[in-house]
């Protein structure tokens, strides 16, 4: 996509879906529709979409998450009375490995935020405006599962790969789902399972991911929210000169929040066996004010 095509889309994408509501996309899931989404629930059966922390450097991971135990004291294993056993957890929250959500405050682009908000409110004690505190209530509605390597026959996308609107319609019509206003949509490229059968391996460089024209699709949905199994971006770019399209236009021109690195290898077959793409998800960021994202477990309830 020519750079001059991404800004004439990124400016149609930016004023149809303007609005006052801080909080963007969100502002689609709607107490009535997020009381229609416990209707999504038919197994009783809840399902992880996040992958566990990774501690040891990768080929993606260079700088990994640092889990430090800090008690009990060695001393005081197998002695009388009470002790407790301590933890401590460092990590990069914007990483290629582990399942993070980003604030509407993580995409600067032209010396702004969402809404044109200053990037300057991003300031070294933390975001004054559109941080994940923004979603500190949690993110909870009607989600959905658009499997796009099941769609095309193959175990997943080589990095590279684009998934398009034609892919998101084509995968509707397969798993018999339609995506709409306030829904969570999940859109599998199999990274994952990938990265777990032929090993970790630098996904800066190198990653499936939407095409930016996809995003037409997610405006004229009103999706709420977006998550992947990868970083939502393909890599290389398909714009030269802006190194993260999607994330652009999704957040900085939509106000969609992101979820990258999520995981979909276990929800998937339970999905497929049920016949059901479709479910009630809940998402519960950490509460940390000023923070450009965090660390995050969605949980699909089937």
Known sequence: MPQEEFRELYRRLREATRTEDPRGALRHLTP??????????????????????????????????????????????GADGLHFALDRISMNVHGDADSHLDALCHVMFDGELYQGVPASTVTAEGALSLSVDLVRDGIVGRGVLLDIPRLRGVPWLEPGDHVTPADLIAAEAAQGVRVGPGDLLMIRVGHRRRRRELGAWDAARARAGLHPAALDFLAEREVAALGGDGNNDTAPSAVAGVAFPVHVLAMHAMGVHLMDYLQFEELAPVCAAAGRWSFLCTVAPLRLPGATGSPVNPIAVL
């Open 32 to 77: 009535e529709r997020i009381a229609a989404a416990a209707a999504e629930v038919r197994l009783g059966r809840t399902v992880s979409m996040a992958a566990p922390i990774e501690t040891l450097p990768g080929p993606d991971n260079p700088v990994p998450a640092a889990h430090r135990m800090t008690g009990p004291d060695p001393d005081d294993i």
